[in-house]
């Protein structure tokens, strides 16, 4: 039972260094899509422009400013969520005690529900053309990993919850 406890521990440590290192991935993604995808992003503004009334469009620039700013602040909670659920889980790991152990395994339910939510917007716009194909293809593996990493997570984390409570109850009958 100790053996597979400091195994769980392990997958702990591991998988939340992982978290950690995909919310920094996601966040460079979302920077790398907007800089590759700059000519559209700016064609789609300028055509939303054009169809615009004077009077809507001196609103645009603030509305937009404003936009991109929740934006900034939702990839930015994600991240801190990420780091959050991956420094829980690395402290859990290496057998310190955290007081809010259930608080990161809910989040660890949220971040697993993002990437199921992507991949199946993703599935669901389905394939243009092969090239389009090519393109989707790496962000689809990185979400199912991301997936997958978060559901071991979970399993891991409780796993460990359950291990140490047997281990403490059996530590507890032999001493009475």
Known sequence: MERELRRNQNVLVCVGTGVIMFGFWSVIKGIMTIFLQRDLLLETIETSKQSLSPEELEFFDPVFTVVCIVIGIIVGIVLLIRIYVGLSARKEGMGRETRT??????????????????????FSEGVKSLGSFLDQIVPIIIDVTSLVMTIQLLVAGAKVRNLKRSLREAEEGRHE
């Open 101 to 122: 152990h259930r608080a990161y395994l809910v989040f660890s339910v949220i971040l697993a529900v993002l990437p199921a939510f992507y991949l199946v917007l993703e």
